[in-house]
């Protein structure tokens, strides 16, 4: 039972444009949503993170929105750049642990 | 410069051979983690440890050993009993309560069965 789910594999983005990445979950016991960014034989990295109280939070390009009663985030990029092609990884901290369920991850390709 | 390392960064297994992948880290966190990651599957979690001489199965733990005798270190051996070992493996780690920081991962092992 995937609780964190990314509908869509792959996303390809003009640079310069906005890149919207979806993640829909069915747990409401998450305290906080995540988002790591991935390169091809790298660890993930951490880019931004929402407490579930809040509906936005913004750092530079990167902002992560929160609609509870849809139970879906989404992170928006503006503007895309070449060096934002990645994987991008949605993930679930559930309440008051120190587990993090994650999404299958949404290739991220911006190009010229 | 705190962090955690994997290593070896590219493995190479016979079949029916035991190896073990290595992750240590200097960031004095408690809590460590095993995760494979495989096309189109995102990251699973295979066992992690929130404290020393302790540790539970993840979601594919079958096929894969653990042992946490040092804070430091969390190796993971993956037996002859995996099935389908071929993947990239990660090792994280966190302190208690990660809230909105998350994981801090390492840079990952490329095992493949030859």
């Known amino acids: 039972d995937q609780q964190v789910k990314q509908n869509s594999p792959s996303l390809s983005v003009q640079e310069g444009r906005i890149s919207i990445l979806n993640c829909d979950y069915t747990?409401?016991?998450?305290?906080?949503f995540l988002w790591y960014k991935k390169y091809p034989a790298e660890g993930p990295t951490f880019l931004i993170s929402?407490?579930?109280?809040?509906d936005k939070n913004e750092d530079g390009r990167f902002t992560v929105f929160l609609n509870k009663s849809a139970k879906h985030l989404s992170l928006h990029i503006v503007p895309s750049q070449p060096g934002d092609s990645a994987v991008y990884f949605c993930?679930?901290?559930?309440?008051?642990?120190?587990?993090?369920?994650f999404g299958t991850g949404t290739r991220l390709q911006v190009f010229p | 410069d705190g962090g955690i390392t994997q290593s070896p960064k590219y493995l190479f297994r016979k079949e029916g051979q035991n190896v073990t992948l290595s992750c240590e880290q200097n960031?004095?966190?408690?809590?460590m983690y095993w995760y494979r990651q495989d096309p189109g599957q995102g990251l699973r979690l295979i066992y992690y440890?929130?404290?020393?001489?302790?540790?539970q199965k993840g979601d594919i733990a079958e096929g894969y050993s653990v042992s946490r005798e040092k804070k430091e270190s969390f190796p993971l051996t993956v037996t002859s009993a995996q099935k389908n070992p071929t993947a990239f493996y990660l090792c994280?780690?966190?302190?208690?309560?990660?809230?909105?920081?998350?994981?801090?991962f390492g840079s990952g092992t490329r095992l493949t069965v030859v």
């Open positions: 440890s929130q404290i020393v001489n302790d540790f």
């Open positions: 993930a679930a901290s559930v309440y008051n642990t120190d587990k993090l369920i």
């Open positions: 929402i407490s579930s109280i809040k």
């Open positions: 994280a780690s966190s302190s208690q309560r990660t809230g909105g920081y998350g994981y801090t």
């Open positions: 747990n409401s016991m998450f305290d906080y």
């Open positions: 960031l004095n966190h408690d809590a």
